[in-house]
C-alpha cells in the first residue's frame, strides 16, 4: 500500500523546513549548520528527512557535486495558510473566526499586538471595499 502523502508537517520536518526557509537553498550540511543549537541532529537523521520531504514534495532536490542541494517547492507563506486552514478546520469547527477570538482572548497579547492585529484587519477591509 503506498503512504499517504500529508499535508502537514511533522514536528521535526517543519523544523528543518523552517532552517531550509531561512537560508534558501543548502546542503545536509547547511542545514544542520541551521539548525538552533537545541535542535542539532545526526547527518543521517537530517538526510532521512530532507529525503521524505523531497519524496512528500515539500522540497526539490538537485546534486551538485557529490552533495544534494535542497530547494522549498513550499514557500513558508502557503505553508503558514495551509497550516492555519488546517488548524481552523480541525480544532476550530471550520470558523476562523474563533481561532481569532481565542488568539485575540489569549492574555499574553500587549494593547499593543492587539492594535496591531486591528490594523491589519482594518488594511483587509479597506482592500476589499476598494
Do not use: C
Request: glycine content about 6%; charged content about 35%; cysteine-free.
Amino acid at each position: 500500500m503506498a503512504r499517504r502523502r500529508s499535508e502537514m508537517l511533522t514536528d521535526v520536518e517543519l523544523e528543518f523546513m523552517i532552517a531550509l526557509w531561512e537560508i534558501g537553498t543548502g546542503s545536509v550540511r547547511d542545514i544542520m549548520g541551521a539548525l538552533h543549537e537545541d535542535q542539532q541532529r545526526a547527518y543521517t537523521s537530517v538526510a532521512t528527512v530532507m529525503k521524505i520531504l523531497d519524496d512528500k514534495g515539500f522540497v526539490s532536490s538537485d546534486r551538485k557535486d557529490r552533495a544534494l542541494v535542497y530547494s522549498p517547492a513550499v514557500q513558508k507563506r502557503d505553508y503558514e495558510g495551509r497550516s492555519l486552514k488546517n488548524l481552523s478546520k480541525t480544532l476550530f469547527g471550520g470558523t476562523p473566526t474563533a481561532l481569532v477570538a481565542r488568539l485575540v482572548d489569549n492574555e499574553d497579547l500587549t494593547d499593543e499586538m492587539i492594535q496591531e492585529i486591528k490594523e491589519i484587519i482594518d488594511t483587509r477591509i479597506r482592500k476589499d471595499d476598494g
